[in-house]
């Protein structure tokens, strides 16, 4: 089964650097979502790139697709304290319906 | 707030208890799923729902047993859980996956569950 790995499992910078996640996939795959999680809350939805897109923007968010080498990452720009919080990757399968698998998280931390 | 509400916030229960999470959405999807999360595990799938119709059990014990009464709301009941059933649960919705929606899943703020 498809399974999304973040790298690095924690990343600590300070406030105004850049923050790069990166998760990898075992099998071909419809979508690849990142999702957000502020502690002991639920996820929120980030940002989704679909199997034929190569790069996608969302305000400071970039994230890129490499479907040959099966990984994608997330790119925060310019980084503050409240972006905080665990990173999820999530992707759906060709053949998983509704199913989306989620990878075990990157933890960042950004330091005023 | 992403449109997904789920009651209680927090739940503390004994073993022989029977108490019942809801879920609730407002954003008109059709799909509804339950989630366990558990500390430095993967958020783990427990089961699908679809139109009403649970179409994915994740071999989840019969302890828990979900009910989807309507597209909008979804219950999980709990009976004789075990301490390792402590958890933080949640709740999502999305429309069913689509090529021009994508299954992007909203989720509730989660139920933190204890069980002593």
């Known amino acids: 089964s498809q399974q999304g790995e973040e790298d690095p499992q924690a990343l600590s910078i300070q406030e105004g650097e850049n923050a790069t996640m990166n998760c990898s996939y075992k099998?071909?795959?419809?979508?690849l979502q990142w999702y957000r999680q502020n502690s002991g809350r639920g996820l929120v939805h980030l940002i989704l790139?679909?199997?034929?897109?190569r790069e996608k923007h969302s305000g400071r968010l970039r994230v890129t697709l490499d479907t040959s080498k099966k990984s994608s990452s997330l790119l925060i720009t310019a980084s503050r304290a409240a972006d905080t919080a665990s990173y999820f990757c999530?992707?759906?399968?060709?053949?998983?319906?509704?199913?989306?698998?989620f990878g075990e998280g990157t933890q960042l931390t950004v330091n005023p | 707030e992403t449109g997904v509400t789920q009651t209680p916030r927090h739940l503390v229960m004994g073993m022989t208890n029977k108490k019942s999470l809801k879920c609730e959405q407002h954003?008109?999807?059709?799909?509804m799923y339950w989630y366990k999360q558990s500390a430095k595990k993967p958020l783990e799938l427990m089961f699908v729902?679809?139109?009403?119709?649970?179409?994915e059990n994740n071999s989840v014990p019969s302890r828990f047993s979900p009910e989807c009464p309507n597209s909008s709301h979804l219950f999980l009941h709990l009976h004789t859980l075990q301490p390792e059933d402590s958890a933080l649960y949640l709740c999502?919705?999305?429309?069913?996956?689509?090529?021009?929606?994508?299954?992007?899943?909203?989720f509730g703020p989660g139920t933190r569950l204890t069980v002593l």
């Open positions: 999502a919705s999305s429309h069913r996956q689509s090529a021009t929606f994508g299954n992007e899943q909203f």
């Open positions: 099998t071909s795959i419809n979508n």
């Open positions: 790139i679909r199997s034929n897109e």
């Open positions: 999530a992707t759906d399968g060709e053949t998983s319906g509704s199913r989306l698998t």
């Open positions: 954003l008109g999807h059709n799909a």
């Open positions: 729902y679809n139109f009403k119709e649970q179409t």
